[in-house]
């Protein structure tokens, strides 16, 4: 019986869940933004704003941050993020939902500190990382709104074209 025990487990043993979690918090410090499930965002999102207030320490804090993450996470921690929350009691990461995954239908979700520094990209790839949630849904259709600039237009199809990719989807062929 697990009795008020907190934690998901992720289908995974003790070890491989501590080196998720550290790979994703290592990435929400190096790129203040990770696109991630829902599950997993909620299960780092704790621990890493206690991170961000021990870092308010400064370098104080380093020997008990390089327990949980690389050095230069915990440089950037330190350096960078903590001194933009100096005034701030707490919550200093949001959770932003993109909608479902097309492949298993997983609530997709992205994770990012509130406060944006100066030269940031917090979607892989270099994508700029808009600060809400409507710009993002926005931007994810296609849809130009005041202020949203869409760099990539999607090629306009024909219904009939469009049920044909679906299907397709669906069986597994495209």
């Not at 330190?78 to 707490?90: M, T, V």
């Not at 500190?113 to 296609?142: D, N």
């Amino acid at each position: 019986m697990r009795k008020r025990v907190f934690g998901r487990k992720f289908n995974k043993d003790k070890n491989q869940r501590q080196v998720l979690f550290k790979g994703l918090m290592r990435s929400l410090a190096l790129h203040e933004g990770i696109k991630t499930t829902e599950s997993k965002a909620k299960a780092i999102k704790g621990d890493f704003e206690k991170m961000i207030t021990k870092a308010k320490m400064g370098e104080d804090a380093r020997y008990h941050l390089v327990k949980d993450l690389p050095e230069d996470a915990v440089d950037r921690l330190i350096k960078e993020i903590a001194p933009r929350f100096k005034n701030r009691a707490g919550g200093y990461t949001r959770i932003i939902r993109l909608g479902n995954r097309l492949k298993d239908n997983a609530e997709m979700v992205l994770l990012e500190l509130v406060e944006k520094g100066a030269a940031q990209s917090a979607l892989p790839g270099g994508r700029e990382s808009t600060t809400t949630k409507k710009k993002i849904v926005a931007k994810k259709a296609g849809i130009k709104e005041s202020g949203v600039k869409v760099t990539t237009e999607a090629p306009k199809l024909k219904v009939g074209a469009i049920k044909r990719l679906v299907s397709r989807q669906k069986k597994g062929q495209a």
